[in-house]
Structure formats: structure tokens, C-alpha cells
């Protein structure tokens, strides 16, 4: 199995309810350094994964809409907690969508799993991993 | 499937015995950052895969007994080569029995592996990875 | 000249006035991996720059009053931005009042400078550097 | 599983064909951090998966053979583009054949599988993994 | 002392002159993982040391024209080993070039030093720091 | 002013005296990866601060003279806490050593500065720095 990773960031803020969170209770933020594998059994007739300009554009894109926002205000995560492990399948499914869509080029259509890691510090991280067409 | 990683460190002494380790037969010494990756199918109701602070507290708790200390002395580990995936392992071993025993909250009755990973320089780490109903 | 370092973090929600931030006027937030050094020509009779112990339990004390909040609430730094090279300051000011306080033991008394860095992301950082008796 | 990991570093000049490439079709070059795990579900009678010596050894003759050349004048890849994810399979494939034919050590017949990762700069790496047997 | 810091990075074949250069006297290449240093001794009135976004534009443009390129071919570095540590100095110098003709805005003004740090691998870098106004 | 760094590490056991070590007083260890910053004004006719191959073989040397051992029976340091701000000095003076006596080959006699940092967790490293003919 061939993997390719792409890396970027975003910064925001956020809150969580339920006393599991103590302080995280409050309005703080975080910022999530963001890895996205792609992987697949062969590779294409170029010998590449993925383009890796169409995946890093992607993945920018996906990004630049939390990005440097305050996701409690985010009315498509009305009423859940945005955890790391929670934005980490967020990121997944849009980028699994942009794949079906063929934004990241039909050889991205041989694509079969993804993963994505949010690291929120030098202590912690996150990640959600599945297949490509889960919904 | 996702996952949540915590990390903590310990420091110390232990020789190994077997001509296989050359030079590290003599009592030496390492410092190992833990990563403690914690992973099941679902998010639980606060949208979390484990309570982080319960995560860190049982990490920290695994690792006191052991940092710190001369290996070698440990009469745990007597007639065994403490190498850095054995130690993985022993780790693995503990954090398992502290999620079995409750010790990391009733949600994290859920999470289903754990891979314990030691970085013990900046050119090598061991891990150990297993289901939770592992012994 | 010796110099100790010590890493610890904290994660904050803040806004920014002024057009040079473009998106980051808005309510977003951000994890600070902090690094302290700690410089002194000499080592006391221990061997050592600080009581490391003390050290982090000073900073981790410093980051406590700022982490997991919204900073734009904090009364303390009204009307000023809480940039990453600012908070380095702010840092900076808290930790030379700890040493000069005694906090960090009396042999902390012989440090003579303060470096005091802020990782924002894999791509940016910012820090304060400064003479321990400055104000 | 248990998993030891080794890293060491090639320096290499090579270009790409494919307009998918962009500026990445002229002569250029790469620094490829590379990590080998090595993985069995069980440790050997000394405590290990491997011996760490003979796997680094193993590892830095495989990348002398590549380091510092233009890897277009490389004949045993001519008419192929030599990308990241490429040359994670070219070393895979070298150190499962040192891996068979003993330069491991016996003991190192027990390895199940092997995964290379390339890291190609801060932003990006790839990787491949597959079972040792594999040819 | 405040210092803010951008990375980036490029990707360029060379070889060296020199018996000192042994077989990186060869067609090779390398990963330069490029962070550079902006020092002033106060904060401008927006409570920042330099417009990031500039500085970050500004770093990309001076790498942009040698990245993806053989700087054996580059004329402005003929009969010169384009070294780790010459390429630090070289990018320093079109920096501090694009601060003086204010291209990061006016208040980059008051910058005093800059450095840049090549990072050539996981076990080496170089860097060159020096005055603005230096030629 | 250029700086070159090379990195390499060590693997040690000891123990320290007095209370403010707390648990540190009894036999542990420590992984320190060490950096080594050259620096000099100039560049040297081929366009380097040192020798850099002579410079990780001098690093290695030294390094090698304490790896794997219990530094308590070191009688070099009798009687000192081998903290790791003093074998940060301990090693500067090794290194000051060889480039006086030309092991870095005669261009290094221009260094005029030297840094060892020793990393001995993912939070905590110590630095001694000064100049080369400090004795």
C-alpha cells in the first residue's frame, strides 16, 4: 500500500459543553497542524499517489472555511462539540467528497482510504481514518 | 475508525544481557517519550474517543513507576531484556489494565486498540500495538 | 554561557484590530507551545541553571492564568493585540517577576537573561528575549 | 504487533515528466528523511524485533547506493519517474531482499512486513508498506 | 529583543567543487527547509514585529526563483559551492534587499537583524544572521 | 555570522546529589541528542564554516567516549552532578579541544564560536556556548 501526505494548518476558537471538558468549557481555541494521508494499492501511470498540488489545494480550501473563525458560531456544527477527533472526520468526509467529485483529477479516483491528523500541540493529537466512499 | 494520542516521558538505567547489543550490554540509559494512541469506531456522547485528562493522569501513573529508576533492579522485569518494543509492550500491558479496571471513565469501555510507541532517540522508537482485551 | 529550556503550552481564543491581520480580526484562537530559556554565565554548586522542577512549575503556573481562555476578556491586555510576539513579552514579564520574587529558589537569583518562545504552528513562531531586571 | 523503526537520509537530484509535475519536470533535487519499520507479531528470544546494528547498517547501504546521484542517470530507473512514493517502494524492496537472504540476521526471518516513509519536506512525505514476502 | 519567525522551503540539485566535498562532489540535491528571523527591539503600533503575511510572501518570492532548479546553472552563483551555508547568506541578502525597498511594509523599517536557517536534514543545518542594513 | 550544526546522541545512565534533583537522586538515565553550532564570520575558499564530515566524525568520537555507560563510574567526573548543563560543557570543551588541535582539518582554526545543546526530552534541553579558545 502506497501513502502520500500533504501538511497544513488552521486556527480557531471554540467551546465545549459537558464536564468531561473542565476548563475547555470555555471559549479558548486551538491550532489544529493538519496532516491528510492518501493511500491506494498501485500507483497511476505518472507513479504518483495523487497530485500533490490538486491535494494540497484542496485540502487549503477545505481549511480556509474554519479557518481564523470562532466554530461555535459554525451553524453546521450546531450543537456538537468540535473535538479534534471530531474535526478530524469534518476534514475527512469534505476531502473524501472532493475526491468524488474528481477535484483532486481522475487518478484520484483509484484512491481507497484516508486518514486525517489534527496535532493540537507537542502532546496531543487526533485523527480519523476510513474508506473513500463512506459517507 | 479514530484515534486519540497522548504523550509523557520517563528516564531511565537498564543494561541488556546477550552479544546482540554490543556496547548497551553495559549499564547505560534512555530517555523515552511515550506516545499512547487510543483508538474505537465511534465518537462517544461528548463527541470525544477518551476523557484526555483521565488518558494523561493513567499515562503519567504508568510511567511514575517506572521513571526514574535502574531497570535492572525492577523485579518485574527480572531475566528479561528491557528493550524499548518490550517496555512498548509493558506499557501496552498496564494502560489496557487501566482502561479494563474503569480508571480511564465508563465511555472508554469503548475504545477497542492501543498502540504504544517509544521514541528513545531522534533515529529509533519500538511500538507495541493490540486490541484492548489483550493479556 | 549555560542555558536551560523548558517547554509547556496553552490554548486561547483572541481577536486582533487593525487591517494588517485581514482574517484574523476575527474571533479565532491558537495553541502556544511555549519554550522558556533560562541563561546564566555560571552553574550553581548543584551543577545546574534553575531547579527544573521549580522552572516548569512556574511556567505551567504563568500559562494557567491565560490558558483555555478568550483573551480579548482579559481586562489585563485591554485594548492592545495579544500577538504571538506580545504574549512572548507578557510571558517573559511574569516569569522575570517570578525569579526576582524567589519563586524559581534562591540560585535562580544568578540568571541574567530570559528567552521566552511561542510556536503558533509548524510555520511561525515568535519570541522575547531579555535582560532578567528589565521591567 | 510489535514495530522498531530506524531512520537515516539520502541526498538526490532527479526530474519528473508529466505535465501533472509543473516546475517539478526540471532537474532538481530532494533531502529524503527515511524511516523502516520493521514489524512481527512476536519478539525474538533476546527481546527484539531486530538487531537495530544490522538494520541500520542494511538501511545505509541501500541509500549509498542512491545517495548523493543525479537518480536520472540512474539506469535501474530509466523511463520512470522517480517520485517520493516511487522511491518508498524501491527501498522497500531492497531491505526485504537483504531481509531474505539473511543480512538481518536469522532472527529477522520472523518480520512480517516492512513500511519505508520518505519525508520530502516539512509539508510532505510518502510511504509504502507491504508483506515481506512481497516481490 | 522580539523576533518572529516564517518557514518555508525549496528543492534544488547542485554539486560542489572540492576534494573537501568527497561524493557530494556529484550531481545531487537537497530539501532546504528555510526558516528566517526578523529582530527589532519594539513592537510597531499594531503590536507585531513585521506583517507576517508580507514576510511569508516575501520568503516564498526569493525562494521561488531557485527552487525546482539546478544551481549549477544559476549564473549569479558561477565558480561558487552554493553550500548550505551560502545559500543562507544568499537568501539573507535578497531579504534584507526586499525590507530596504519595502516590499514588508513601512514599519518593517525598524528591523534590525535578520537570520536565516537552512535546514538540510534531520541531522544538520546552517544559518547566516546579520545586520539590515548590511551588504 | 554563519553557523553550521551537526546532530548526534548518547545514551547514558547516572544519578544525582542533592534534594533538588528529588527522584533524579536515584539511578536513571538519559537519551541526549546533541547539537553542535559552528560559527565564524567568513566562509573558508570553498565556501564552508567546517569540514562537515571531519565535524560529525569529531562529534562522534567524543560522544562515543561516554555512550552506553554509567557516567557515576566516569572518574573524569568524580564528585560533579552530570547534569546536562555540565555535559553540554563537558562536551564544548572536548570539541574546542579538537578544533585547536586541527581534527577539523586547518580552515577551522577561523571558528570562533561554538553551541552544544543537549535535548533530553521532548520539553526539557540544556545549552553551553563560548568561544573557542575558552579553557
Known sequence: MYTVCVRDH???AHSFSGAVFGPAQQLHGATYVVDVEFRRPELDENGIVVD???A???LHEVLAALNYRNLDA???FSGQNTTTEFLARAIFERLAQAIREGRLGPSAAAITTLRVTLHESHVAWAAFEGGISAQ
Open 10 to 12: 488552521m486556527m480557531i
Open 52 to 54: 500533490i498540488g490538486l
Open 56 to 58: 494540497a489545494t484542496a
Open 74 to 76: 459554525h451553524t453546521e
